[in-house]
Nanobody
Framework: QVQLVESGGGLVQPGGSLRLSCAAS????????MGWYRKAPGKEREWVAA???????NYADSVKGRFTISRDNGKFTVSLPMASLKPEDTAAYYC???????????????WGEGTLVTVSS
């Protein structure tokens, strides 16, 4: 079994910064693409950023230039430093990973339980 645990959420003022982290653990054989999604109250889930196993980064237009995604393949972690935060960034942020678990022969998607980010003055 594979688990993803997010951390780093909290309350921050507009224009401030926050860093989210996600750690993957369990029966991991191959850890492929990892990324972040978010969901605000009353809105559908929104893709935020992703990074491949080779380090290629992709971002949603809404966060491009403000957020950064990185990973440590040795530690099975992915982080999301966020800068110039706006009230519209307020949401629950979820870590995602595509994993080939030990004993399986195909990739499957795993999700964390989320960490809350509130941007308010």
């Amino acid at each position: 079994q594979v688990q993803l645990v997010e951390s780093g959420g909290g309350l921050v003022q507009p224009g401030g910064s926050l860093r989210l982290s996600c750690a993957a653990s369990g029966s991991i054989f191959v850890l492929n693409t990892m990324g972040w999604y978010r969901k605000a109250p009353g809105k559908e889930r929104e893709w935020v950023a992703a990074i491949t196993s080779g380090g290629r980064e992709n971002y949603a237009d809404s966060v491009k230039g403000r957020f950064t995604i990185s990973r440590d393949n040795g530690k099975f972690t992915v982080s999301l430093p966020m800068a110039s935060l706006k009230p519209e960034d307020t949401a629950a942020y979820y870590c995602h990973a595509r994993v080939m678990a030990d004993g399986y022969h195909r990739y499957m998607d795993y999700w964390g339980e989320g960490t809350l980010v509130t941007v308010s003055s």
